[in-house]
């Protein structure tokens, strides 16, 4: 999970929390919708600024992410996030 804390403008605490919160379909596609957000106002504070390198950044996070038992969409928010962040 990516540390609480602004960066740049983007508002960490609550996409942590948000992702850490979700359980349905519904709300991971709200989740995603912030995110989206988030990239359009904090883009330069995103580490994968590109569709590429968000991708990339991904595939690194998911390989090295430790194992959990978190509900499916809620795992998928919080690997969503942290790719964001990972380099």
Do not use: C, H
Request: aromatic share 8%; net charge negative; charged share 25%.
């Amino acid at each position: 999970e990516p540390a609480p804390g602004k960066i740049a403008g983007r508002d960490l605490p609550a996409l942590v929390a948000a992702a850490a919160s979700l359980s349905t379909k519904e709300e991971l596609a709200q989740f995603v919708m912030r995110l989206r957000a988030d990239l359009t106002e904090n883009r330069d504070a995103w580490t994968s600024q590109s569709l590429d390198g968000y991708f990339e950044a991904l595939q690194g996070y998911l390989g090295d992410m430790p194992e959990n038992n978190d509900p499916k969409w809620r795992a998928i928010a919080k690997i969503l996030l942290a790719a964001s962040l990972y380099e």
